[in-house]
Every structure is written in C-alpha cells, then in structure tokens.
C-alpha cells in the first residue's frame, strides 16, 4: 500500500472525465496529473514521472490502454497499480492478460471508483486524519 | 344260186351285225314271248336271252311295275316308250313299239336298246363341270359372257348377272343390253376398245366401270376371245369378266403406301440404308448419301463392300465400325445403337433394326443421325454448368482460375484472364496446354472497350470477351485456338455466355464483400455508438454523484455543472443524428423552408465553437460576398454547417480554418477549408456513406454520421456537397446552393 505524495496518472482521452475524476480525487488529498492519452502518459512517465496508481482508459488515439501497458509492464515502473477504466466490456475479458490490477466498467459509481483508488494509495485527508487522531 | 348265195352272205353279215351291235333288238309276242333276239345285250342280261323266253324270265321278276314289263305293256296298247335304263352298271336307251302284222294287228311289240353308258358319263361330267364353273364364277366372283354377232345374243353366266346386280336371266341379252350399263364416263372408250378387238380379232383385255341396278361403280376386267369367220369377219366374243373394284383400290391403297413411304424416307432428317440379309444395298436416301459424303455416281454403282470402305474411311476408328457392322449381318436378328465418331469431329448416331416380311428376316434397315451439334450444345451445356458451378464460391479468383483451366483444350490451347483495377488491366492468369506455354496473348484493345472480337495472332486463331459488370468492362477473358482450329460466330457466343457468368461471379463476389463491409460497418458503428454514448453517461453520472454525496469542492462546483452542461448537449445531438438517420433511411427527413442568410447561419454557428477552437489551437476565419440568401430550412442548414466546422476543428490538428460565404447570380457557395490531416484518395467515397469516417475511432470519436446527414440534407435542399482533399495538406468541404427552391 502506498501513501507516498507520489500523483495519480488518469490517461483519458475524454477531458470531461479526466476533469471530473481530477476534481473528485484532489477532494481527497491526492495529487492528480493528466493524460490525453497512452502517447501522453508514456512520455510523461518516460519524462521521469513515477506515479502511485495509473487509471486507464483503454480506447484512446495515438495509443491505446493496452499499447501502453505492455510497455510500462515491460519497463522499469513495471509494479505501478493500474485501474483499467473502460467502456468496453469486452476488454474486460481480456484484462487478466493485461496484468491490470483491477478493473472498472463505464459509467462507474464514484464510491467504487475512490474505493478502488483507496485499496492502492491511501487517501492522504484520512491518514492525516488517523494520524491526528 | 349265185343270188341265193350272196342272200346268204347278206344275212350272215347282218347277223353278225346285229349280234354284235352294243345293245339288243327284239321282238315279243303279245304275251311278251320273245320271238326275235339279237345284239350284245342279249348275251348280258342274266339268262342269256333267246327267242322262246319270256320278257318277265329275262328281268327276273312278274311284277308289273317293273318298268321293263310295264314299258312292253303300254308298247302293246300302242304307246311307244322310250326311256334310259341300267342292266349290270351299264346304261341304255330304250324304245319300245307296237309290233303289227301284216293285217295291220298287233302282232306284239318291237323293241331296241342301245348302250349310252359313255354317252351319259360325258353328259354327266359336262353336267357337273357346268356346276363347278358356275361355282367357280360364283366364288372367283367371275362371270362369262357369249356374244353371238349374228343373232345379236349376248349370253351371260349367273355369276356375271349378280357382277351386275342381276338376278340370273334377268339380262336382256343384247350388246344394246350390256352397253347401257357401263359407266357413260368409260362408254366410248369401252366402245372403242371393242371395235379395235373385233377389227383385230384374237384375245382381246380391257378395264371398265360399270353402273350396277343398284347404283354403285364397280371396275371390271374382262379378257375376251374373238372368233372370226373364213372372211375374217367377226361372228362370236367369248370372254370372262372379274369385279377388280377391291382389288383396284388395294392396289390404290399400295400405291399410296409406297408413295407415303418413298416420300417420308425422303423427308426424314436421318439418314436411311436398307440392305439384303448379305448386306447388299438395296434402299437408300438422298440424306444418306449427304451425310456420308457419297457421290450419286459412287452410289450408283451399288458395291456395298466398296461403299463400306469409303464410309469407314472417314471415322476415327474404322476398323470397330468394320467389325461391328458384319457382326451385325452374322446376326439379322438383332438391334442395335451405336454412336460414330468421324475424323473431322462429326458425331453420327447409327440405329439398325432387322427388316422384316411377316416373321422373315429379309433385310437391316440402318438410320444414320447427325448429332454433331446437339453433342456440341450438350458438351457446351455441361462445360457452361460446370463453370458456373465453380463460378458460384464467393472466392473470385480461384474460381476464375478454375474456369479458366476446365476451358483448356475444351475452348482453346491457351486461356488468359486479365482484371481490370483503378483502370489499369491487370493479368490474373494463363492457362496453357501442354506445349503451348510459349503462347501469352496481349489484351485486345477492343475487348477493353466492351467489344467480342475474333482474330489472329501469326497462323492462331483468338478471341477474346470482355466482363462486363454493370454495363462497365471489369476484365476480360482471351483464348488462343488451337492449331487448325478457326473460331467462329458460335464460338464467340459461347465464350460470351461464359464471360456474362465470369461477370456475374465477379459482380456477386463484389456485392457479397460489400455486404461484408455494409455490416462490418454497422457492427463498427454499434460499437462506436455505445463508446461515444457511454463516455457523456460516464462524466454525467459522476459529477451527479460528485455532487449529490458532497465530493466536490464548493469551488469547483461550476466546472462539474459546466460538465454537466456539455455532456448534455454531446448526448443530444447524438439521439440527434440517430433520430435523422432514422428518418433518412425511412425516407422522412422534411425540410420546412424560408428566408435564409447562410452568412447569418454560419456566424451563429461558429459563435457556438468558441471553447472547442480555443481546446484546438485553431483559428476561424470567415469572410462573405455577395448575398447569400435563399428559400432554405435554416436548422438543417445550421446542422450542416456545425457538422463541417466540428470536422474542420477535429481534424484541423489546431492550424488555422477559412470559411467563405459568397454568392454570385443566385448560387450561393460555402467553402471551409482546414489545413488537418486530410483523407485518403480511396476513403473519400466512404466519408459521405453512413457509418463511413475517413479515420479510426480510436483516434477520433463520433457516430460518423455527420457527413451523411449533411450530404443528405444539402441535397434535399436541392444543392451539392463537393470535397477536395490531401492528406496532411487538409480539406475544402463545398456546398452550393441556388436560391430558389431547386427540387
């Protein structure tokens, strides 16, 4: 379980949702960076970015969800928990090959997506919080 | 003494005439006492008879009925009686008279006998043989005739009588008589015959109609006998008749046969030869003579061996035709049905049936068919039904090149199909027989231009035939004959129907991969539907539940509810499209028209991409001319405008956008150019098809819709849509459309 400062990566080619999810997840004390696609993302983590969770969309121009994670899995960062989140059901089928940490499916409830978040990288409001309490 | 003795010479001879005179004179008493006997008679009755004896003694009985004695009893009372009576088989005539004496009394009786056995066999036999030849007429159905000239008496036998209809002796007997029953349309000619036999004399024939009592004709021969007298003159016509009525008309009926059967042996299309059981000819016709190529003169001279030979000669195989053919003869009985081959790749079919009298076998009746074309047509048939069977796989090519190999040597030595693509042939294959591969025939220039054509390369004869596909050449298929062989009209046609089947193939391959494609696409575009839909749902419903259960930021709630906003318009303008394309292809697409500025419209429209130009990079710049104003419907109009900026913003890759508005003489043209990425030469077709984009979904998101409905829509409003464009240089979308209402 991480609950370092490191920033959670959305790659989503759909500004609304990447804007969406980046509102919900500062909420909660997590330090966002986007991506508008798996082009963006691979350069960014090339650029030296080392996210603590990566949520993904799998249809996306340029390159896809499942481009970029066979070559993050094949590099370096290759333990960074991905959350695949896709409106493709089918993709689901074949997550297991995708070595995807866990995966969620168009429209996604917000308590699933923030718990989802949560099994990875702790909320830092509520660790501040235990740790004052 | 001398006198006395020549007395007695005398009397001795008449004696010995009497004794030996063939029967018996006597004289009786008048109690029947024989007093004088003599003749040989007399020594053949019983009794040897001599003078003393008494009449009943020699008969051998008293009874007076016997008519020996009642005969001599009537004789005595002065009746002479003369009858025929048999003594001992033999038969004479008896006459019987009273004897007187010198004083005029009965003295007895005197009677004589004389032997008729002979005289009355003859009678007898002449009696009888009269019979017979009356029945002999009656059942020949001949009757005799006598004509004395003299007394002018026409006898007629009863037979001739019932020939006439007459009852026998009904006939007046004259020759006036006879010549008023002949048929008056064969009178003189029958009077001339006559004349010319009596003037002639000797035997004599003539054929004539006469007119019998009850009114019917009936034919009659006659042969006739003339008699004539030490002058030469005519005096006696003897002669038979025969009724030849049935007999004339069997002979009609023979003749009708014969010249039915002379005339359908000429009439048939097939060949006839009749043979003799040793296989001498003995009937043929002229088409007999035509299918084998005979002369009149070979076949006049009747050498059947020589004739078999010369047939033989011209098949593939002569010597089971030979072997066959006497086979048969060693079997009259037999039928047979064979099929001949000939060297110049005729097909005869050869049937021969026995030819029979009755039960006899006399003879073979062979019938000979030219069946060359049918086993042309039939070959023809089962190669076109093969072919199209092979035709029928959706697999084009292969099943080309499997026609193309089942037409080699059928069609020709060598068989090349050529495909035509983006304009330019294209050779798919060439097939060759053995020993031709050398052989590659060039495309024909007029079969490019949808021509059949038949020539020559050096001493070969081609042809070549093109594929026609919805009335446009798509390919075409080429033959090199081989040697000898010289295509004609038939040919060419034959090769037709197979290219019209080739065609179809290539047509329904064609049509069977758009089909492919159609429903590709539409599964693509459910796909893309459900992915573009799914994406506005996804932030709409976050951001409800962000706000409902307090997750956002009191700051940043008017970004989640501008969100909201947008993916509220993103999801209806999608129901949008789906709903036009739902009325486009249910044909209820309506347009409602007035008064409409398309600069206004554009204005309108670009205001509402501000923020979408602003994400982009892009500018947008618009300039108008003239007065671009018409009777159109401005929301459709105002949806093919956002529909091209969108696309120009879109696929702009953030370089600048020009739009034009002008007008010049009542056409009114609209121009959006970007400097994007631009589309493919062979996806420009695509873009304006439903469910067609230029680009992946994965690249760039929408229904595809966009540009149907705006083509659809431009074009109900009578105008065009045009595009030009190259890839990474970018697009110019055009639309032109005239003022007044152009329907």
């Known amino acids: 379980m991480n609950s370092t400062n490191a920033p959670i990566l959305i790659v989503d080619d759909d500004d609304d949702i990447r804007e969406l999810i980046k509102v919900f997840l500062e909420a909660e004390g997590y330090r966002v960076n986007g991506a508008t696609d798996g082009l963006d993302a691979w350069e960014q983590v090339q650029s030296g970015l080392q996210p603590s969770l990566i949520l993904l969309d799998l249809m996306m121009p340029r390159m896809d969800g499942e481009q970029f994670l066979k070559k993050l899995r094949s590099c370096h960062l290759s333990e960074i928990p991905v959350i695949i989140l896709s409106g493709n059901i089918s993709a689901k089928e074949k997550s297991s090959g995708l070595k995807a940490s866990c995966f969620l499916t168009k429209p996604v409830e917000i308590d699933e997506l923030l718990n989802a978040v949560r099994r990875f990288v702790h909320s830092p409001i509520e660790s501040g919080l235990r740790k004052r309490g | ?743």
Request: glycine share 8%.
């Open chain 2, 1 to 743: 003494m001398i006198r006395s003795a020549r007395r007695i010479e005398r009397d001795r001879q008449v004696r010995m005439v009497f004794r030996q005179m063939p029967g018996a004179i006597w004289t009786t008493d008048r109690d029947l006492i024989l007093t004088q006997v003599a003749g040989r008679l007399a020594g053949n009755v019983g009794p040897r008879a001599r003078s003393g004896m008494s009449v009943c003694e020699i008969v051998g009985t008293t009874d007076p009925t016997n008519p020996i004695i009642a005969c001599h009893r009537a004789a005595l009372l002065g009746e002479s009686q003369s009858f025929e009576y048999q003594f001992f088989n033999r038969w004479y005539a008896i006459l019987i008279e009273q004897l007187k004496d010198a004083g005029h009394g009965v003295a007895g009786c005197i009677g004589a006998a004389f032997d008729i056995t002979e005289q009355r066999a003859t009678k007898e036999k002449l009696t009888r043989s009269e019979a017979l030849l009356a029945q002999a007429q009656r059942v020949a159905h001949v009757g005799s005739f006598e004509w004395d000239m003299a007394s002018n008496v026409l006898t007629w036998s009863d037979e001739l009588h019932r020939i006439y209809g007459l009852e026998p002796g009904q006939f007046s007997g004259t020759y006036e008589g006879y010549l008023g029953r002949v048929d008056p349309e064969d009178l003189e000619r029958t009077k001339g015959a006559l004349f010319d036999a009596l003037r002639k004399g000797g035997p004599f024939i003539d054929e004539h109609r006469i007119v019998r009592t009850d009114g019917k004709i009936r034919v009659l021969h006659t042969r006739g006998d003339v008699t004539m007298d030490e002058h030469g003159r005519p005096t006696r016509v003897t002669g038979c008749c025969w009724d030849v009525t049935e007999l004339k008309e069997a002979m009609a009926n023979l003749e009708r046969a014969r010249s039915l059967l002379e005339a359908t042996i000429e009439a048939t299309a097939d060949g006839l030869l009749v043979v003799d059981l040793s296989g001498k000819v003995s009937k043929y016709n002229q088409r007999f003579l035509l299918l084998w190529r005979i002369s009149a003169e070979r076949a006049s001279q009747r050498d059947d061996e020589a004739l078999l030979a010369y047939a033989s000669d011209q098949l593939e195989d002569p010597a089971a035709f030979l072997s066959g053919t006497h086979d048969l003869y060693s079997h009259p009985e037999r039928e047979s049905f064979d099929v001949l081959h000939f060297k110049d790749g005729r097909v005869f079919e050869r049937y021969s049936t026995p030819q029979r009298i009755g039960e006899q076998i006399v003879g073979r009746v062979w019938s000979f068919r030219d069946v060359t074309e049918r086993e042309k047509l039939l070959r023809r048939a089962l190669f076109l039904a093969d072919a199209t069977r092979l035709l029928s796989s959706l697999d084009v090519e292969p099943a080309l090149d499997s026609v193309a190999r089942l037409s080699v040597p059928f069609i020709g030595d060598v068989c090349a199909i050529d495909l035509l693509g983006n304009g330019q042939p294209r050779r798919l294959l060439v097939v060759s027989r053995e020993g031709t591969e050398s052989l590659s025939p060039e495309l024909h220039s007029s079969v490019m231009a949808g021509h059949s054509t038949i020539y020559s390369i050096g001493t070969r004869s081609c042809m070549a035939v093109p594929l026609v596909v919805k009335g446009s050449v798509a390919g075409a298929i080429t033959f090199i004959g081989a040697r000898k062989r010289r295509y004609n009209e038939h040919d060419l046609e034959f090769a037709e129907t197979l290219a019209r089947r080739a065609a179809l193939s290539v047509e329904n391959a064609r049509l069977y991969r758009e089909a492919q494609e159609a429903l590709q696409a539409r599964d693509e575009f459910l796909a893309i539907a459900a992915h573009e839909i799914r994406g506005p749902i996804t932030s709409v419903h976050l951001a409800v539940q962000g706000l409902q259960r307090g997750k956002v930021p009191a700051t940043a709630t008017p970004r989640v509810l501008d969100i909201i906003e947008r993916e509220d318009q993103r999801l209806a303008r999608f129901v949008d499209e789906l709903l036009d394309l739902g009325r486009i292809q249910s044909n209820q697409m309506f347009f409602k028209f007035e008064e409409v500025n398309l600069g206004e419209v554009v204005r309108d429209a670009a205001n509402g991409f501000g923020s979408d130009l602003t994400r982009s990079g892009s500018s947008l710049s618009i300039t108008t001319a003239g007065r671009p104003v018409g009777q159109w419907d401005r929301f459709r109009l105002e949806q093919v405008v956002v529909n091209l900026l969108s696309n120009a913003i879109k696929f702009g890759e953030g370089k600048p956008i020009e739009v034009n508005v002008h007008e010049h003489e009542g056409i009114t043209t609209l121009k959006v150019k970007d400097q994007g990425i631009g589309i493919p030469p062979e996806m420009i077709e695509r873009i304006f098809q439903p469910f067609g984009r230029g680009v992946s979904v994965r690249n760039y998101g929408g229904l595809g819709l966009g540009l149907f409905i705006a083509k659809t829509i431009v074009e109900g409003l009578g105008g065009v849509v045009r595009v030009e464009s190259q890839p990474k240089v970018g697009s110019t979308f055009t639309i032109e459309l005239s003022a007044k209402r152009n329907l």
